[in-house]
Nanobody, 113 residues
Framework: QVQLVESGGGLVQAGGSLRLSCAAS????????MGWYRQAPGKQRELVSS???????NYADFVKGRFTISRDNGKKMVYLQMNSLRPEDTAVYYC???????WGQGTQVTVSP
């Protein structure tokens, strides 16, 4: 089955941390760049971070120094470690297989003041 399944979201206080995980199946994961996106209420979906199949990373300015993306090709997993969370990080976070139409169902991250 071709799918991406996110997990790890939740409610955390400002300054806290969360680790999101995305499990991929049915795709050539080791050849695919992966991305984390987020969408807050009333806003467009935006790129948070991406990682190529070789491990090269890219971050949006608003998460640089706070978030870290990583991947495990053997396990077909991609992760997003989120530290120093802020209330403005509150959103639904989505995993995406770059260059495809494949998205996960999303996981809610809520950061309280």
């Amino acid at each position: 089955q071709v799918q991406l399944v996110e997990s790890g979201g939740g409610l955390v206080q400002a300054g806290g941390s969360l680790r999101l995980s995305c499990a991929a199946s049915g795709i050539f994961f080791s050849l695919t760049s992966m991305g984390w996106y987020r969408q807050a209420p009333g806003k467009q979906r935006e790129l948070v971070s991406s990682i190529t199949n070789r491990g090269n990373t890219n971050y949006a300015d608003f998460v640089k120094g706070r978030f870290t993306i990583s991947r495990d090709n053997g396990k077909k997993m991609v992760y997003l470690q989120m530290n120093s969370l802020r209330p403005e990080d509150t959103a639904v976070y989505y995993c995406h297989a770059e260059g495809t139409g494949l998205w996960g169902q999303g996981t809610q991250v809520t950061v309280s003041p």
